[in-house]
């Protein structure tokens, strides 16, 4: 694997799934496997969850862990092509991803949507510049489109929990004051249309997700009609996608409280995390026995060990 972006970069779900779980049950087993070699984290934007799990997955494995915040360590760098470089960013991306490509062996790159340029975004424009000139393996530590790591660590834990073959997930959308990405609903969906899941996407009209992700899945507009018999509530807040970027709704009545999850099937309750209390879920939910948020993050370091390992094994 050269890069993994994408759910289908990682090949057969049931055969990593097998090697995740592997894994958590045993994390320092292959402990010896990435003696040597270097991990460089780079950030483009904040993270908590993303930044700590990723290290430590790759210290289970044995590597060398470096961490650039790019906007407080680093050069400010410029990622538009062919500009006259007289803007506040002294290097450009050109020059700076094959320079870090020579410290190391593999690359983890964070780069949010910019939301204001659907074209740029949708086309990946920042993390192909990691693939095309590095020189290294890319891993997506969430990119403008997808957050695959978070996708597979749902997806794990959506196995630790389900208690029957094809469980019914709702993807609902919640309020958020302010905009955010489509990546993790993106992806997630990417991921659950690929699992023995029975999917179903519930939000407001006008939040639409792109149709290149949510082709042949059920959408359901009325929220408590979509929460009937779930056995997985994932709540997530994206900004418009035809209204590019835009936060046209912040309808509370979308928030997930205790009234709609008694319409459910006992579900647990999910969220990539960081989440907004009491916009996107109720204290009463996300502080209820039903909640797996916490196991969800403690995921993240299975989801990013099994994407490294399979790295360092086959290159
Ligand atoms: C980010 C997002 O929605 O993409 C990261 C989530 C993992 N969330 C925020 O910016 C709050
Ligand atoms: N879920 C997630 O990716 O969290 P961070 O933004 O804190 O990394």
């Not at 290290?55 to 650039?68: E, I, S, T």
């Not at 997930?256 to 006992?266: D, G, I, P, Q, R």
């Not at 990539?272 to 993050?297: F, H, Q, W, Y």
Request: aromatic residues 8%; contains cysteine; charged residues 25%.
């Amino acid at each position: 694997m050269k890069r993994f972006l994408k759910v289908n970069d990682i090949g057969d779900l049931s055969k990593v799934l097998k090697e995740a779980k592997e894994l958590k049950e045993n994390p320092l087993k292959y402990n010896q496997l990435g003696k040597n070699k270097t991990i460089v984290l780079v950030f483009f934007n904040s993270s908590l969850r993303t930044r700590l799990s990723t290290q430590k997955a790759a210290m289970n494995l044995g590597m060398n862990v470096m961490v650039l915040d790019v906007n407080k360590d680093s050069w400010k760098l410029e990622t538009e092509l062919g500009v006259i470089m007289d803007s506040d960013k002294p290097e450009h991306i050109k020059e700076a991803v094959p320079v870090i490509g020579q410290y190391c062996d593999i690359i983890g790159v964070r780069a949010f949507a910019s939301l204001t340029n659907k074209n740029d975004d949708y086309s990946e424009k920042i993390i192909q510049q990691f693939i095309d000139y590095s020189g290294v393996p890319v891993i997506s530590l969430e990119s403008a489109t997808r957050h695959p790591l978070q996708s597979f660590a749902d997806l794990i834990t959506i196995e630790q929990y389900k208690t029957k073959e094809r469980p019914k997930v709702v993807l609902t959308w919640a309020p958020h004051p302010r905009p955010l990405p489509q990546a993790v609903a993106n992806s997630f969906v990417e991921w659950m249309k690929n699992a023995n899941v029975d999917l179903v996407i519930t939000h407001p009209e006008g939040y639409e997700l792109s149709e290149e992700f949510t082709s042949r899945v059920k959408i359901e507009y009325d929220q408590k009609k979509a929460f009937k018999d779930a056995d997985f509530i994932y709540a997530k807040n994206w900004s418009s996608f035809n209204d590019y970027g835009q936060v046209t709704n912040k309808d509370k009545n979308w928030t997930v409280n205790e009234e709609k999850m008694a319409l459910t099937n006992n579900a647990k309750f999910m969220h990539c995390l960081p989440v907004r209390r009491n916009m996107i879920v109720t204290d009463g939910v996300i502080d209820s026995k039903n909640s797996i948020v916490i196991e969800e993050a403690a995921n993240r370091v299975v989801s990013a060990q099994t994407v490294i390992k399979r790295m360092l094994e086959e290159n």
